[in-house]
T-cell receptor, first 116, second 115 residues
Framework: GAVVSQHPSRVICKSGTSVKIECRSL??????MFWYRQFPKQSLMLMAT?????????EQGVEKDKFLINHASLTLSTLTVTSAHPEDSSFYIC????????????FGPGTRLLVL | GESVGLHLPTLSVQEGDNSIINCAYS??????FIWYKQESGKGPQFIID?????DKRQGQRVTVLLNKTVKHLSLQIAATQPGDSAVYFC??????????????FGAGTQVVVTP
């Protein structure tokens, strides 16, 4: 159990376009999901915390209008990178916390975004 | 201009030997710690966790040690195998009202298993 999927796994887009990344908990309900960004050879940096039915909480320095997060159900959160630019190219990873308060986060496989 | 890349600390281990990966954490209020394994191009995979009321926990081929006095965490892998080659991250969960559930990740250690 505790499988988290992401779609797409890899996306290439032109500068100025928007890209949507989906994060799904496949076999459990997740009231909270987290979005991370990871650059090569670096650690995971938390971007935002997504709570079902409420607005996301963004970390300092992360533009909420640039990275739109929607957590419409207990199994789905989406991250939309709006007007993407080459510097947004990165590995985006989501995680989900099982409803019920357990602290272990289960991570998705990641989405590689390349903006040309 | 010149780009400067970051280099992960690397631990080179011979197949069959034991590995020890270390992590220092900063917040004495952290009460839950997790080790993750990340293979190239994949998301982090949960290995083992430990709460601050424990100092040792064992799993299958892995042991996590917690020393709260010096804020140090370690992961021991017994009989390291080629499939253990990956980047290993420690993460701490800070038990603060405004940050509950947020994980703070360490810098990571690249483990390379040689035959």
């Amino acid at each position: 159990g505790a499988v988290v999927s992401q779609h797409p796994s890899r996306v290439i887009c032109k500068s100025g376009t928007s890209v949507k990344i989906e994060c799904r908990s496949l076999d459990f309900q997740a009231t909270t999901m987290f979005w991370y960004r990871q650059f090569p050879k670096q650690s995971l940096m938390l971007m935002a915390t997504s709570n079902e039915g409420s607005k996301a909480t963004y970390e300092q320095g992360v533009e909420k209008d640039k990275f739109l997060i929607n957590h419409a159900s207990l199994t789905l959160s989406t991250l939309t990178v709006t007007s993407a630019h080459p510097e947004d190219s990165s590995f985006y990873i989501c995680s989900a916390e099982r409803a019920g308060g357990q602290e272990t986060q289960y991570f998705g496989p990641g989405t590689r975004l390349l903006v040309l | 201009g010149e780009s400067v890349g970051l280099h992960l600390p690397t631990l080179s281990v011979q197949e069959g030997d034991n590995s020890i990966i270390n992590c220092a954490y900063s917040n004495s209020a952290s009460d839950y710690f997790i080790w993750y394994k990340q293979e190239s191009g994949k998301g982090p995979q949960f290995i083992i966790d430990i709460r601050s009321n424990m100092d040792k926990r064992q799993g299958q081929r892995v042991t996590v040690l917690l020393n709260k006095t010096v804020k140090h965490l370690s992961l021991q892998i017994a009989a390291t195998q080629p499939g253990d080659s990956a980047v290993y991250f420690c993460a701490e969960n800070r038990s603060l009202q405004d940050s509950w559930g947020k994980l703070q990740f360490g810098a990571g250690t690249q483990v390379v298993v040689t035959p």
